[in-house]
């Protein structure tokens, strides 16, 4: 809406958002989704700044898997394009193995709880403050 409002009239295909079950916008993701827009998750493991938080090792345990995989997991099972990066080999070869098992209806919805307000409006702050910063 924002593109046609500024002339702009070529339907975007993908866009590109910080996604994880850490920073899981449902209503932001519904609404392009809806707008037949892919969504391309990048940071889908936030760094690996959560691994220890439940359900996260439960997960990993019951699948045997590692937290990692259960969070790509997650990303694919919401119907995300991800992008995971690596330089290393060993964990290329392990991002790509996630397509043996799947998350339960439950499971994915305790994945989602990860996500707190707190954590979406700080997210939301620091990002106002960089685009501040940068624009002077």
Known sequence: EELIKNGINVQPVVN???????????SVIDYFKSQKVLISA????????NFGSEPLPELAAKYSKTEAQIMLR?????????????????????????????LTDDEMMQL?????????????????????????
């Open 42 to 49: 990048y940071k889908p493991l936030n760094r690996g700044a």
């Open 74 to 102: 997650w990303s694919l099972q919401r119907g995300l394009i991800v992008v995971a990066k690596t330089a290393t080999a060993s964990r290329m070869n392990e991002n790509r193995d996630i397509l043996n098992f799947s």
């Open 16 to 26: 590109q958002l910080e996604v994880s079950p850490i920073l899981y916008q449902r």
């Open 112 to 136: 989602d709880t990860l996500t707190t307000s707190e954590y979406v409006h700080e997210r939301e702050r620091n990002k106002f403050t960089f685009m501040q910063k940068t624009s002077k």
